[in-house]
């Protein structure tokens, strides 16, 4: 068999050979491939990495920017423009299209670019034998058949079939979900293992805790495990985002509004005014274009860039432009166990000795900080008893873990096994210090005796320290330790023990035992000598949730979000979790609780259905199920997010309408997949992004309200007096300017405003909620009713004295009634005194700036013939501008009328 045709053989294949044979099926040595064969198999399968897709092309986010229905209402606009000879309207119009599309290029490529200096900054190395030196070379320069040496903290790079392992042990989270470390051996396996049982195989994104390996390379590439999944997640075709939905749809409304306009404009102008068939036509099709909001894209782009820049400041990068306002949609959080809801790090909590109340040990994850408190006392170690100092003695001296303060993350880092840490970490809390005793020999975990024991000189004297699983412990022990001495271990305490052993068991904890015996004359160890020991302590341990993850579950509920744990970790484990971060409640107790993958399969649809919709911790998952529940879920219509960090989470975050991965702890595979990153790990930061989407959907809503409210008091101003047979109270230069100055200065404040309190105080917003939903119409027609009609009034007033009199007068009206309503847009709900009426500092300088330049065209002689206006006395202007405040206090008093009423 060439070594081509064995590395399309499955993993199960090669779990089944004995090392030997896996060196021959891929013609390779103990020594390593050569350099001149690593170069022949290069070319045969290339190099060890997974499609670039986290950095898109330049040129591939730039025109994605162009796929919306809104940029194709205003290229029509643009062509109708064009052929009604308006080329100023067209020259504007394609501008506005094209400084959209750079807003939006340049927030995604940001994005891109802090991805990719994440990915470059967490790069592997790998450590190879070639032509037998060993070489630590950058990961994706493997190639099968390679000879991986790995170690205690190394990653793996590539799926391999272990040839050699001594007490080798791989955290493989990101696989399966599982937090515990997996046993790794290097003997053949029977047939028909799975992925999860092939413990010979090691897999590409897995890491080494423990122990020391060889393996040869099987898989690179897209052929790893890992690599299968990424090519799944292609099959997965992207739906358009919750929001560009909503924008489609309000371009459909304004392009149905400005057809029906131009049809009514034609069908009156047609009765009233004594124009040519043909330039009636034009200028029903220019009323057309003048309904379209123009400056519409651009601020909808503008608040998405805010709010994009807001979050990336909170620590979440925005992938995908428009997830900024989906995320304030969000009704369900599918969100996995471990490294996302936990701290991924083991904590000792509990300890108990012989005879004694249970300590409790304070503190989180990797920090050396925390407490012992033994009841309602703090314990000292300077007045500490024996029991308790040898408890932590054998903690901190029977380990090989060791934990470190990394100075470029600010963070506390472990190097080991996550078990051996928690007890380093627990030793540090006491303020032991490491080494104290000199170590003479030390005897590894071995997944069949599951126990490790170090031998020491403790002053003179010689001790064996041994830590391990309670059973096996137990197994090997005659005596116990107390504070009255050493005594035989009687039927009584051993029955104590072991209760507290299921009592720990019970709250989802890892017990491990401590224990020890004299052995004065031994200068090395085996596993035989570990016998007749002295039994110490208990140590609980539990991985713990992160700190802000409680306060983040509330602040969601609260807000109306439910949340979903799916884990592949075990039923009791994350319900444990579930409990101590709020996700489960006692009044969850009436209903199933939980519900594995093997309960959820037997179920038809409609029990499935109502599963995912009641019960909120689902175990030992595969990805297939995860992915599953999303779809599930979203045809159910929820809106979902669904939070990782493993390969395993991948296929669901991509299918969800939010996918978030995790910056740090995440896998490519889930960072590509998700739509929205953080960058700090931190489960809390998505209750902050949901927070600013909320805020992002009502600017988003308040400044189009802002701009069609304009549009429409414009055409309705435009309709009413051809009907009275009046002639155009607006020119198009006129009605240019204000949508696009005078509108686009205030909208734009508008997108910076930073919410009011209690936006996470209401329910999600529904999925179909529109951006001019039926509870806004009643608000747009009473400004819109009231603009006109001051218009048509200050129109009728001024005419007789001339025709650019009364545009000029019709100008103020439009101008000042629109600058009042910005305040008005400020919220649709709360009256600007509530929330501040100078607290957004932006809209004040939007009101000045607007009010000098509008005064300056209209009262300076110079601009007059550009804009076909007229001088108006001074007294006459305040007074409009007196009526035209009018739209601000009417609305205030419709918000006082609708609160009251609701």
Known sequence: MSAHEANKKEDYYFSQLPPAAVYDALKTQPEGLSEPEVLLRRKVY??????????????????????????????????????????????????????????????????????????????????????????????????PGDLLVVEEGDTISADARLVEARSLRLNESSLTGESLPENKIAAALPAGASMADQTNIIHKGTFVIGGYGKAIVISIGMNTELGKVAKSLQSIIPEKSHFQKKV??????????????????????????????????????????????????????IVLAIGAKRMTAKKAIVR??????????????????????????????????????????????????????????????????????????????????????????????????????????????????????????????????????????????????????????????????????????????????????????????????????????????????????????????????????????????????RIIMATGDHAS??????????????????????????????????????????????????????????????????LIAMTGDGVNDAPAIKKADVGIAMGIMGTDVARDAAKLVLADDNFATIVHAIEEGRIVFNNARQASFYLITTNLAEITTLIAAISLGLPMPLTAIQILWLNLVTDGIGDMAIATERGQPGVMDEPPLKREERLLSKSIIPFLVINVLLMSVLSLAAYHYYLPVSLETGRSAVFIIMSFTQLFNMYNMRSLKKSVFEIGFFSNRFVSLAMITSVITTVAILEVEIFHPYFGFATIPLVDFIVMIGLSSSVFWISEVYKYVIKSKY
């Open 46 to 143: 290339g190099f060890n990495e997974l499609p670039d897709a986290l950095q898109k092309s330049w040129y591939r986010i730039f025109l994605k920017q162009f796929k919306s229905l809104m940029v194709l209402v205003l290229v029509l606009a643009a062509l109708l423009s064009y052929v009604t000879h308006q080329y100023v309207d067209v020259y504007i119009i394609l501008i506005v299209i094209l400084i959209d599309a750079i807003i939006g290029f340049v927030q995604e490529w940001k994005a891109e670019g802090a991805l990719a200096s994440l990915r470059k900054m967490l790069s592997p190395t790998a450590k190879v034998m070639r032509s037998g030196i060993l070489k630590q070379i950058n990961s994706i320069e493997l190639v």
């Open 248 to 301: 489609d749809t309000l371009a459909s409304q304004m392009g149905l509004a400005s057809l029906v306009a131009a049809i009514l404009f034609f069908a009156i102008g047609y009765v009233t005014l004594e124009l040519p068939f043909h330039e009636l036509l034009l200028i029903a099709v220019a009323a057309m274009v003048s309904i379209i909001p123009e400056g519409l894209p651009s601020i909808i782009v």
């Open 573 to 638: 484990t994350a319900v444990a979790i579930a409990r101590l971060v709020g996700i489960v409640e006692e009044k969850d107790d009436a209903k199933p609780v939980v519900l594995t993958e093997d309960q959820l399969l037997v179920l038809n649809e409609s029990e499935f259905d109502r599963a995912i919709e009641t019960v909120h911790v689902f175990a030992r998952l595969s990805p297939q199920t995860k992915l599953k529940i999303a779809s599930r879920l979203q045809a159910l219509g929820h």
């Open 320 to 561: 995908e432009f428009t997830t900024t306002e989906t995320l304030g949609a969000v009704t369900t959080i599918i969100t996995d166990k471990t490294g996302t809801l936990t701290e991924n790090a083991l904590t000792a909590r509990i300890l108990y000795l012989v005879d004694e109340e249970d300590i409790h040990i304070s503190g989180e994850g990797w920090s050396p900080l925390g407490d012992f408190k033994q009841g309602q006392q703090t314990i000292d170690f300077q007045e500490s008893k024996s029991p308790l100092l040898q408890a932590i003695s054998i903690a901190a001296e029977a380990i090989n873990a060791s934990v470190r303060y990394k100075e470029e993350t600010k963070s506390y880092e472990l190097i080991g096994d996550p078990t051996e840490g928690a007890l380093c970490v627990l030793a540090q809390k006491s303020g032991w210090v490491r080494n104290t005793f000199k170590r003479l020999d030390d005897l590894p975990f071995d997944s069949t005796n599951k126990f490790r024991a170090t031998l020491i000189d403790k002053e003179g004297q010689r001790e064996l320290f041994v830590i391990g699983a309670p059973e096996k412990i137990l197994m090997h022990t005659t005596q116990v330790l107390s504070s009255k001495g050493v005594f035989a271990l009687s039927e009584a305490q051993r029955e104590t023990i072991q209760q507290k052993i299921s009592a720990f068991t019970a709250l989802s904890m890892r017990v491990i035992a401590l224990a020890y015996r004299v052995c004065p004359e031994q200068e090395s160890i085996e596993k035989e000598d570990v016998k007749e020991l002295i039994f110490t302590g208990l140590v609980g341990m539990l991985d713990p949730p992160r700190e802000e993850v409680k306060g983040a579950v509330q602040e969601c509920k609260k807000a109306g979000i």
